[in-house]
Nanobody, 121 residues
Framework: VQLQASGGGLVQAGGSLRLSCAASGRTFSSYIMGWFRQAPGKGREFVVANRWCGGSTYYEDSVRGRFTISKDSAENTIYLQMSSLKPDDAAVYYC???????????????WGQGTQVTVSS
């Protein structure tokens, strides 16, 4: 299984950015897809989790209402649309896939390489 994250970049505070995560090597319908992020000097933290086949989506409090996870099943790709970005959102963003729904990193078996998001104030 391979996850390829992309779409990071530099954006001004208040702006928007869309991250992509292309998955290959497996059928994903029974899996949980998630996004995490890691800011400099901090641990990796949960952002959002979503069941690939639909149903539950859970957002971390600080991003709820600003970030939206979606998917393109035909392309085996998930997206993270980020709006109203704040300097605190700056981090390396990682996509992940696992078989257990949760916010802990241990729930996810496969990880993308990360994509850098920088937010200027």
């Amino acid at each position: 299984v391979q996850l390829q994250a992309s779409g990071g970049g530099l954006v001004q505070a208040g702006g928007s950015l869309r991250l992509s995560c292309a998955a290959s090597g497996r059928t994903f319908s029974s899996y949980i897809m998630g996004w995490f992020r890691q800011a400099p000097g901090k641990g990796r933290e949960f952002v959002v989790a979503n069941r690939w086949c639909g149903g539950s989506t859970y957002y971390e409090d600080s991003v709820r209402g600003r970030f939206t996870i979606s998917k393109d099943s035909a392309e085996n790709t998930i997206y993270l649309q980020m709006s109203s970005l704040k300097p605190d959102d700056a981090a390396v963003y990682y996509c992940a896939m696992g078989s257990h729904y949760g916010t802990a990193q241990a729930a996810y078996d496969y990880w993308g390489q990360g994509t850098q998001v920088t937010v200027s104030s």
